[in-house]
T-cell receptor, first 114, second 113 residues
Framework: DAGITQSPRHKVTETGTPVTLRCHQTENHRYMYWYRQDPGHGLRLIHY???????DKGEVSDGYSVSRSKTEDFLLTLESATSSQTSVYFC?????????????FGPGTRLTVL | AQSVTQPDIHITVSEGASLELRCNYS??????LFWYVQSPGQGLQLLLK??????LVQGIKGFEAEFKRSQSSFNLRKPSVHWSDAAEYFC???????????FGAGTRLTVKP
């Protein structure tokens, strides 16, 4: 699992509140990703990072922002959570130049927005 | 539209039987191709990947996949399924020159004793 931890593992929040999910890795991997997993959709890429302070949008980035101030940490923020953002969120990393290398996934964070 | 299709939502096989999980993609060029497995409550684990070269790819846990360009398919196979193979399987494609990964909706595998 390349030393990937996610926190919190479970969270219940209310519509309109801000939420930040944290991904921490111990392998010094350059690329980090945030996905959401919903039934019938598989995983969908939200944002990714290719280095400190270097981030880009994925397929479903609306309503999400990210930050990476250190190699080991990649934060996902929902500025104002909505019920449609109820999902399981996975962080992943790759060691080298993105998709040519194996992606390692964290254990996931289950977020419920009431 | 660009897409990854796994036609089978749920498959049940008997332990010891062979397995084939289907994956088709719709992209302009041959993308990077992957199969991942997810056990309940866990993250995904890479089984195998294809970038170029030999179209039959060997992976971990006895799995293999065959890339067929003419059919835009990348089907996953295993000759003899074990009870521990029960999980959800995802096909994914990676797009060239960026880091966008697109996943299929997944196939849930049940193994009967």
């Amino acid at each position: 699992d390349a030393g990937i931890t996610q926190s919190p593992r479970h969270k219940v929040t209310e519509t309109g509140t801000p939420v930040t999910l944290r991904c921490h890795q111990t392998e010094n991997h350059r690329y980090m990703y945030w996905y959401r997993q919903d039934p019938g959709h598989g995983l969908r890429l939200i944002h990714y990072s290719y280095g400190v302070k270097d981030t880009d949008k994925g397929e479903v980035s609306d309503g999400y922002s990210v930050s990476r101030s250190k190699t080991e940490d990649f934060l996902l923020t929902l500025e104002s959570a909505t019920s449609s953002q109820t999902s399981v969120y996975f962080c992943a990393t790759t060691e080298g130049e993105g998709l040519t290398d194996t992606q390692y996934f964290g254990p996931g964070t289950r977020l419920t927005v009431l | 539209a660009q897409s990854v299709t796994q036609p089978d939502i749920h498959i049940t096989v008997s332990e010891g039987a062979s397995l084939e999980l289907r994956c088709n993609y719709s992209y302009g060029a041959t993308p990077y191709l992957f199969w991942y497995v997810q056990s309940p409550g866990q993250g995904l684990q890479l089984l195998l990947k294809y970038f170029s070269g030999d179209t039959l790819v060997q992976g971990i846990k006895g799995f293999e996949a065959e890339f067929k360009r003419s059919q835009s398919s990348f089907n996953l196979r295993k000759p003899s399924v074990h009870w521990s193979d029960a999980a959800e399987y995802f096909c994914a494609v990676g797009l060239y020159n960026n880091n966008d990964m697109r996943f299929g909706a997944g196939t849930r595998l049940t193994v009967k004793p």
